[in-house]
């Protein structure tokens, strides 16, 4: 993450923003290309760091942190037919309960690394729902071992926050003209990141975009969450 944030990233320190490196240099460049569009990447080492995606002119926060190795370790040994799965609309109390039905269901290990998995999805989804003043959330959790969403773009929602469990993390980069990035980073596994989207409600709109990284024929599976706001629980549950 060194390099990004010598590029396009403003990090947090104690609450506060302070810029990196060379973001100035960079940044009136890129804004001379991008116009009137937010494109600046928040970064910080705590939780409520990811609240810097109100800040004017950012498109995305990411909380930098890393799972244990212990955790890994057990997550990427489970088989893929034994991840969860699931698209559900719930009330964020809701999340533990419904994570850990999941869980049971698809065959998860019922151990103390399955619990930290239960209690992560909880949290995060706990902390997005308070940064978005949101009622109920849609959590996907997806096991992806093709290239889907392999194309950049940005999600016709509010925010999403993506954590990336197992595999590589979210791509994203700076779009000019709608065209894909020039140059791309990839987030952490096991690291959260909120990204604007279309339905953001700032007339200054997300100039990043994003995709999960291409993994078909590498035989590698991903388990990523997603979180979304919604106003109210108008889908059916799906498992």
């Known amino acids: 993450m060194a390099a990004e944030a010598n590029q396009t990233h403003r990090g947090c320190r104690n609450g506060t923003a302070t810029l990196f490196g060379e973001h100035d240099r960079v940044m009136n460049l890129v804004r001379k290309i991008v116009k009137d569009a ?13 609240g810097e995606i109100h800040s004017p002119g950012v498109a995305a926060a990411i909380w930098r942190r890393q799972l244990s190795q212990e955790f890994q370790s ?3 040994g489970i088989s893929p037919e034994h991840l ?3 698209r559900v609309m719930l009330r964020p109390d ?8 999941l869980c049971e269901s698809a065959g998860v290990p019922e151990d103390a690394q399955r619990e ?18 949101a009622t109920f959330l849609r959590l996907r959790l997806d096991v992806i071992n093709s290239d889907a969403c392999r194309k950049f773009h940005l999600d016709s929602v509010t925010a999403r926050l993506i954590c990336t469990y197992r595999g590589p993390g979210t791509q994203y980069g700076i779009s000019t003209e709608g065209n894909d990035p020039a140059r791309v980073f990839s987030v952490a596994t096991g690291a959260p990141i909120v990204l604007r989207g279309t339905l953001w409600p700032d007339p200054q709109c997300s100039g990043l975009m994003h995709r999960s990284p291409p993994v078909e024929g590498s035989g590698t599976t991903r388990l990523v969450l997603v979180l979304d706001p919604v106003d109210g629980p108008t889908e059916e549950i799906r498992f």
Do not use: H, Q
């Not at 494109?39 to 990811?50: C, K, N, Q, T, W």
């Not at 930290?116 to 003043?133: C, H, Q, R, T």
């Open 38 to 50: 937010a494109v600046d990447v928040g970064v910080g080492e705590r939780p409520e760091d990811l």
């Open 74 to 76: 057990w997550i990427d």
């Open 94 to 101: 809701a999340v533990r309960d419904t994570v850990t039905l």
């Open 116 to 133: 930290l998995l239960i209690n992560d999805v909880s949290v995060l989804a706990e902390i997005f729902s308070g940064l978005m003043g």
């Open 84 to 86: 969860p799965s699931a």
